[in-house]
Nanobody, 120 residues
Framework: QVQLVESGGGLVQPGGSLRLSCAAS????????MGWYRQAPGNQRELVAS????????NYQDFVKGRFTISRDNAKNTVYLQMNSLKPEDTAVYYC?????????????WGQGTQVTVSS
């Protein structure tokens, strides 16, 4: 069983930056595609960015392109989300997702989430 633990969330002013981390244990991290999702109050959970198991391929939703960067360190079993130029609408709980081969994100593993609040 894979355990995912997110960290790095907090309160930041508009225009500021945060770096989220997601540490994995209990599985073969290097074979999982990884994703960051977020859920704001009253909204459905939505994909923010994803990265392939090797790290060579990344994808971003339009609303974070140019501002967020996803990366991973397979030696440390950790995936990161660097968030720059944060906006109030980025406020949400951010979740880490690990997707085993031949699985969909919905059937993968999830962390408990970390709160990001962008406010002056």
């Amino acid at each position: 069983q894979v355990q995912l633990v997110e960290s790095g969330g907090g309160l930041v002013q508009p225009g500021g930056s945060l770096r989220l981390s997601c540490a994995a244990s209990g599985g073969r991290f290097s074979i999982y595609a990884m994703g960051w999702y977020r859920q704001a109050p009253g909204n459905q959970r939505e994909l923010v960015a994803s990265i392939s198991s090797s790290g060579r391929s990344t994808n971003y939703q339009d609303f974070v392109k140019g501002r967020f960067t996803i990366s991973r360190d397979n030696a440390k079993n950790t995936v990161y989300l660097q968030m720059n130029s944060l906006k109030p609408e980025d406020t949400a709980v951010y979740y880490c997702n690990a997707v085993p081969p031949f699985h969909r994100p919905e059937t993968g593993y999830w962390g408990q989430g970390t709160q990001v609040t962008v406010s002056s």
